[in-house]
């Protein structure tokens, strides 16, 4: 894998991390409102059952989410909603409405990502349990969306693009607190730290400057992280991205200092 690819398949994964609250998954038919369940026992489930894209087949997602939510009248299909004064938090996990695991997949043809909260990965350091989001509120909006902590206690990411395989357990070493959704979301702080389950070493990623988007992109379109590593060919080495200006658009600096410009082409 070259490292340029190593680097946007990294940069995926964290921004993957970090909105753990989707609402129609960029598929059109796999909207979450009119999958969602009602509340019971606190909790509710997006069973997706392998619905497509209405023009395109080959682009689809099958599984489960359950949110399992804490505060009493804090259960909604809308999670951002929710208040912080309550307060009100969930746990995400691919299960299904009977507590089943049931990992989300994500296809595009025979490329395929999947998600998985359930089993037990990580070559280094083993972890499972999902994500768990806490309203914090910020300013006169005392709701998620507001501002939200998002604490990662294990999340699997595996998948396959041609013969390209990959496989990354991710979890949180600092929360990711995240204000607002959609174009006006902002990624104030966190670190992230990332195992690389077939090449064997660890990354930590950490938000140095707020990362900020647009409503008609799903990356970053300014802030910046640093990423350090430990363990195979990276070992000991630091490097950093800035986002923008623009859709698709970083610099990243290496741990030599030198820099190169990065087109950034996908969203997971």
């Not at 796999?30 to 209405?54: K, Q």
């Not at 989001?133 to 999340?155: E, F, K, M, P, Y």
Request: glycine share 12%; charged share 15%.
């Amino acid at each position: 894998m070259n490292s340029t690819l190593k680097k946007q398949s990294f940069i995926a994964r964290f921004k993957n991390s970090i909105d753990p609250i989707p609402m129609s998954w960029a598929v059109p038919s796999c909207d979450w409102s009119s999958a969602i369940t009602s509340c019971n026992a606190n909790s509710e489930t997006v069973a997706f059952d392998g619905c497509s894209e209405l023009l395109d087949h080959e682009i689809s997602i099958r599984g489960s989410e359950t949110l399992y939510w804490t505060g009493s009248g804090c259960c909604t299909s809308n999670p951002l909603s929710a208040s912080s004064q309550t307060p009100c938090s969930f746990n995400r996990r691919t299960v299904n409405k009977e507590g089943v695991r049931d990992p989300l997949v994500r296809s595009v043809g025979n490329n395929s990502i999947t998600l998985d909260t359930e089993n037990s990965s990580g070559y280094s350091s083993p972890e499972q349990g999902g994500f768990t989001v806490t309203c914090q509120g910020s300013g006169l909006n005392n709701t998620c969306d507001g501002q939200r902590q998002i604490g990662i206690q294990g999340a699997h990411y595996t998948g396959q693009s041609g013969r390209g395989l990959w496989d990354h357990t991710v979890s949180t070493v600092f929360p990711v607190v995240v204000q607002g959704h959609g174009g006006e979301r902002k990624v104030l702080s966190g670190t992230l730290h990332v195992q690389h389950n077939l090449a064997h070493y660890v990354s930590l990623t950490t938000v140095t400057s707020p990362l900020t988007y647009d409503s008609n992109c799903c990356l970053p379109t300014g802030g910046g992280i640093t990423t350090s590593f430990v363990g195979g060919p990276f070992d000991g080495k630091t490097e950093s991205v800035s986002y923008g200006p623009g859709c698709g658009h970083a610099v990243l600096t290496d741990s030599g200092l030198s820099q190169s410009s990065l087109t950034l082409q996908h969203c997971l």
